[in-house]
């Protein structure tokens, strides 16, 4: 089994709807949770931290379920411009600091 | 902008070639992994430095790969010799061991026939 596993899609959506995306990890020990983006050909940047209680950064919003072991990102309203690969981000805390990543979610938002 | 600078970003070799990629971190970061992309592998940690001692790597191909850290502002990750399954593309990341967020170079995009 895989330290991070996501669903690798792809997600078609129409504009204006709302997507989420789940990722889940297997070391409960871990500490920090992120989500990044990928545009086609480029690198992944960091889209949002996630934080135990929840957080929220405009359309997006990221959540974290300890108990489940599991980290979400949901999008409302999407846009064109959302069209990406989405890739959840874990540190396992085995003593260092270490970023491990899932394979990605691909999302087209179409017109 | 600070950013992670990568060399090369694109290489094509033969089979059975050294291929040496190098990286510059941000300034001031004291973290650095290595990281390879593919479609069926997605995003695996090849080898990861803190102040530049190598902490793990355990996803790298012991065999054919080796990643340094010479000072502070330069990795490498060396291929050798290349193989066809190396065919990827190679990312840099730096980062504060405090901080937590990462940030990615371009990537090196390797492709040896």
């Known amino acids: 089994r895989k330290e991070v596993e996501q669903d690798p899609g792809p997600f078609n959506v129409p504009e204006g709807a709302t997507v989420a995306f789940n990722c889940t990890y297997s070391?409960?020990?871990?500490?920090?949770f992120f989500w990044y983006r990928q545009d086609c050909r480029k690198e992944p940047k960091l889209l949002m931290s996630v934080y135990s209680s929840g957080n929220e950064d405009g359309r997006f919003t990221a959540q974290l379920n300890r108990a489940s072991q599991y980290i979400s990102l949901l999008i409302r309203d999407s846009k064109l411009s959302d069209s990406a690969t989405y890739l959840c981000a874990v540190n396992p805390w085995t003593g260092g600091f270490k970023t491990i990543f899932g394979a990605g979610t691909r999302l087209f938002v179409k017109a | 902008d600070a950013r992670v600078t990568q060399t090369p970003r694109d290489k094509v070799t033969e089979m059975g070639q050294e291929v040496t990629m190098r990286c510059q971190p941000i300034l001031g970061h004291n973290t650095v992994f290595w990281y390879r992309q593919t479609m069926m592998q997605g995003l695996e940690l090849l080898a990861y430095?803190?102040?530049?001692?190598?902490?793990?790597d355990s996803g790298m191909p012991k065999d054919r790969f080796s990643a340094e850290m010479p000072d502070a502002t330069l990795a490498t990750l060396k291929i050798q010799p290349s193989e066809p399954r190396d065919s990827a593309v190679y990312f840099c990341a730096s980062g504060l061991s405090a901080g937590n967020t990462i940030y990615f170079g371009e990537g090196s995009w390797l492709t040896v026939v």
């Open positions: 430095f803190r102040n530049r001692a190598p902490l793990d």
């Open positions: 070391n409960s020990a871990s500490q920090s």
